[in-house]
């Protein structure tokens, strides 16, 4: 890939529905003209082999182009299922994507890819702290879980070997015309993506709960943009439309001892148009001014197999974004930014003790004000920003004890408030040190009640003035790196990162047996380039720390990658 774009805050003006926290752009590099070939091995711990393969050039010069990648990943595991004794994290990849470009005339340009990935891997080995009976369900139920993540000291530990499968098929079709003012985007892609899983359901030794689950997603996606050519300017903009279509048909079974019942089993189907614009406009030399709007008309549709029941529901929504900059010298920017985000509402297989039958639309109101600057010759740079979110209808996700039915429910209320700042200081021309550090405080407001038929509501309002689920409450990263010339072909690349993410509460109630502490994880890396030859030596969570990625109220969690060495050779030609 050429570039990766990380844009924080909404970005709904330009991006939809669903880029309520940010986007991530992903820029693959493009076919080259010239002929350019690369070939990588690798391999790390937990037998972790790797290969890949891409070429790049024209078909015919100057007129047609290729860029052809493949690549291979084998992983046998680090966690291991000590009742099985076997490896659950394993995984096996094949990567397969095609993009071949057209430059028809000066003004004409296409371009069309098309990418497979054949995926297989572990899945629903959740980790539980078996503190009596032998991880025995029938002896002590539940109780025997240590709700604390810290505290409690959870393995692996289940009868059944869970695994999955999925196959992606994407494809993306690229047209643009450019006119001496303008230029005319056209981008339409399809993608499908089959997946199917099957593994342990109460995460015990005991043979008692079992779970599967396929879904096909397809979806079609059509946008036309037309943006401003012209350089010698102070007005600059974009417009453009949207279409989008997804067919989601899914199915969940339990299987309880030798019986397998269908817990959900129906299609979901979404429907999105949409316009947009955006504009910037320079008022003076150093005040820039920038506006967006774009307004959806989202429609979703549920076939309900199991319980022979379709809704239907519509939503409209303007999300609007201003921002001002101000350059107030050259190596000082200062800007201020307001969005609105959103998350498209839906429905839910079914209504239950946690959510009901629908959930709305997630919005959020966000303001901004930050700055950038640079000084001592660009040798030291030193970014900040302060932010509030005003959020209504935040979405929880939940997954109900009795029969483990997902869905997702709304609070009310709830805000986001917060500061980060990011540095970078070239000590000498063979070192750099970086940092950053995020804070943030994120609170339920008002929750009102959701779930059950009428008169069997959950109060979400006990939940008033906790701190929101899932969210470090702060997050740092100390960087350290190094480029060593030691001659025109050959150079030593080298880079320490320490990086520390905050106390995450589990749950709502904030109770501290749902509670994790602060960890920090250490990763290295060394790359020595000699002409066309690099070879890499790396390490992710030196220091073997034990941490969760995700830790539910029953006590079941789900535990972080162990250390990872290994070595990386490639070699272009």
Same mark, same amino acid.
């Not at 752009?25 to 393969?53: C, D, F, H, R, W």
């Not at 994407?170 to 099957?198: D, G, H, M």
């Not at 879904?215 to 943009?225: A, M, V």
């Not at 997050?475 to 905050?502: Q, R």
């Given at each position: ?23 991530? @752009? ?7 003209? !010239? ?19 891409? +070429? ?38 094949? /990567? ?30 959740? +980790? ?6 032998? @991880? ?84 079609? @996606? ?10 010698? /300017? ?16 899914? %199915? ?5 001892? +030798?019986?397998?019942?269908?817990? !959900? ?12 614009? *955006? ?48 350059? +107030? ?25 946690? *959510? ?93 009640? /959701? ?24 997050? %740092? ?37 749902? /509670? ?54 490639? %070699?272009? *030609?």
């Amino acid at each position: 890939m050429a570039l990766i774009e990380v844009v924080k805050g909404p970005q709904g003006a330009l991006y939809g529905k669903n880029a309520i926290g940010g986007a991530i @752009n992903i820029y693959s590099k493009e076919p080259t003209n !010239t002929m350019q070939n690369k070939v990588t091995l690798g391999y790390g711990n937990g037998n972790a082999i790797t290969g890949g393969l891409v +070429s790049s050039g024209a078909v015919k010069k100057d007129k047609i182009f290729y860029r052809l990648s493949t690549q291979y990943k084998n992983f046998d595991g680090l966690l291991t299922n000590e009742f099985l004794d076997k490896k659950v994290d394993f995984r096996k990849e094949f /990567t397969l994507r095609g993009q071949m470009m057209f430059k028809l005339s000066s003004q004409f340009k296409a371009s069309v890819t098309a990418q497979y990935i054949d995926s297989k891997g572990g899945a629903t080995y959740y +980790s539980t702290n078996p503190s009596s009976a032998d @991880n025995d369900f029938f002896a002590v139920g539940l109780d025997y879980l240590n709700p604390n993540p810290d505290k409690g000291d959870n393995v692996i530990s289940q009868d059944t070997f869970g695994d999955s499968e999925m196959q992606n098929f994407y494809t993306n079709l690229n047209l643009e015309y450019s006119l001496e003012n303008v230029k005319l985007q056209s981008i339409t892609s399809y993608n499908n993506v089959k997946r199917k899983t099957v593994g342990d359901l109460d995460f015990m030794q005991e043979f008692f709960l079992d779970q599967g689950e396929t879904n096909d997603t397809k979806s079609f @996606n059509q946008e036309l943009r037309l943006t401003n050519r012209k350089t010698d /300017t102070k007005f600059d903009w974009s417009l453009g439309g949207f279409y989008q279509n997804i067919e989601r048909p899914f %199915f969940q079974s339990d299987y309880f001892l +030798s019986d397998e019942w269908a817990v !959900t089993d129906y299609v979901a189907t979404f429907k999105t148009l949409a316009v947009f614009g *955006f504009f910037d406009y320079k008022l003076t030399d150093k005040l820039t001014a920038s506006a967006g709007l774009r307004f959806d008309s989202d429609r979703f549709d549920l076939d309900d197999l199991l319980n022979d029941q379709t809704d239907e529901k519509k939503e409209n929504v303007l999300q609007p974004k201003v921002s001002l900059s101000y350059q +107030s010298t050259e190596n000082v920017l200062l800007y201020a930014n307001y969005g609105r985000g959103y998350r498209a509402g839906g429905f839910n297989p079914k209504v239950t003790p946690l *959510f009901n039958r629908d959930f709305k639309g997630e919005f959020s109101d966000n303001y901004e004000v930050g700055f950038k600057t640079s000084s001592w010759n660009n040798r030291f740079i030193l970014n900040g920003s302060v932010f509030f979110s005003d959020f209504t209808n935040r979405q929880q996700f939940a997954i109900t004890g009795d029969d483990f039915t997902p869905g997702n429910f709304n609070y009310d209320k709830s805000t986001i408030v917060g500061f980060e700042f990011d540095t970078k200081t070239r000590v000498s021309k063979y070192l750099d040190i970086l940092f950053n550090y995020g804070f943030v405080k994120s609170k339920i407001t008002e929750g009102d009640s /959701t779930g059950g038929e009428s008169g069997t509501e959950r109060d979400l309002n006990q939940f008033n003035d906790k701190n929101t689920s899932l969210v470090p409450q702060n997050n %740092f990263n100390l960087g350290l790196a190094s480029n060593i010339p030691f001659n025109e072909k050959t150079t030593l690349d080298l880079s320490l990162n320490y990086n520390g993410t905050g106390k995450i509460y589990w749950e709502d109630s904030n109770s501290a047996d749902y /509670t994790s502490d602060a960890y920090q994880l250490l990763d290295a890396q060394a790359t020595l380039s000699i002409n066309k030859i690099k070879l890499s030596l790396w390490a992710r969570n030196i220091l073997d720390k034990k941490y969760y990625l995700e830790y539910s109220e029953s006590g079941f969690g789900w535990l972080g990658t162990p250390a990872t060495v290994g070595t990386t050779f490639t %070699f272009s *030609f």
